[in-house]
């Protein structure tokens, strides 16, 4: 797998900063270039990243390291900053203050078109905001523009070719000219997987990627994003979620979150517990670990 990394550039003299939108850079300013060797800089990192909205803090000071070969989960309750941060690292957010780095590069000193669409963002929600008519492929070929539909952009045989190989390597390649909305939620997150390949990422965001899903259609997933990783070994991946038991196998990292704020984060093992999983929800629970590996988290 490749990686991309931007040299840095100055504004333009009317790049427009907004607060809630990430500024652009002047096109002709900047250059793209392949390093050699990325491996002393993390894939993405955050240090005291806070979002402030509508003079409310919903990110306070969130700090986060990304490295290739992590995989991480995000807990927490409804409206602790999960999604939030999830976007700050999928670039469709810009902090209010803090850094942000992508592969040593901070934000703000380089041009990001090149480099948000290989930052697959994936959300149970993604579905429902594309045209139900769309075949898979198309599905998965809008990735490559960062788009959700295929009307205003131009593909070749090679796109398609490629957009056929990630729904293979998510095993629904029989789906390719079936449309988006003939498909059970469980195969419809399977093409919004593969739409998130088609950009050769370099990390994996996913968030809630199990919402939409029957307790079968999860547990297959779960199993998928295990496999996927394994396979993957140098594609970093974050996921979304509330539910401990939903935690994937291959998971390495884990973040617990309360009122817009990282309360923990280290080594899975070291920071999923009994009493953080309380402290976190602000209720008493109890966490055991099957003899299969995975987690589940109930109050006495």
């Not at 929600?125 to 139900?132: G, Q, T, W």
């Not at 979304?240 to 884990?254: F, G, K």
Request: charged letters at 20%; proline letters at 6%.
């Amino acid at each position: 797998m490749d990686s991309v990394s931007i040299t840095a550039a100055r504004p333009c003299c009317n790049s427009v900063l907004v607060p809630f939108a990430i500024p652009l850079l002047c096109h002709a300013r900047y250059r793209v270039f392949v390093p050699n060797d990325i491996k002393n800089f993390p894939v993405l990192q955050t240090t005291d990243v806070s979002i402030v909205r509508d003079g409310r803090t919903i990110l306070d000071s969130a700090s986060l390291t990304v490295h290739s070969t992590d995989r991480w989960v995000i807990l927490g309750p409804n409206g602790s900053g999960k999604t939030t941060l999830l976007r700050v690292l999928a670039l469709y957010l810009h902090p209010s203050s803090g850094k942000f780095l992508v592969q040593g590069q901070e934000l703000g000193t380089f041009d990001i078109r090149p480099i948000r669409p290989r930052i697959a963002y994936m959300s149970a929600s993604l579905a429902a905001e594309i045209r139900p008519v769309l075949t898979a492929t198309q599905v998965v070929m809008s990735a490559k523009y960062g788009a959700l539909e295929t009307w205003w952009h131009s593909y070749t045989d090679e796109d398609r070719h490629n957009a056929i190989e990630c729904l293979t390597r998510l095993d629904v390649a029989w789906c390719a000219e079936r449309e988006l909305g003939s498909l059970s939620s469980g195969e419809q997150q399977r093409v919004l997987l593969a739409r998130a390949l088609m950009t050769n990422p370099i990390a994996l965001l996913l968030d809630e990627p199990t919402a939409r899903l029957d307790l079968g259609g999860r547990e297959n997933l779960i199993q998928l994003l295990h496999s996927f990783s394994n396979n993957n070994p140098l594609l970093p991946s974050v996921v979304v979620t509330h539910h401990v038991d939903e935690i994937p196998l291959s998971t390495t990292h884990c973040a617990l979150m309360r009122d817009g704020k990282i309360v923990a984060a280290g080594p899975l093992r070291e920071t999923l517990s009994s009493e953080s999983l309380t402290a976190c929800f602000g209720t008493t629970l109890t966490l055991e670990q099957r003899a299969n590996g995975r987690y589940s988290a109930y109050a006495p």
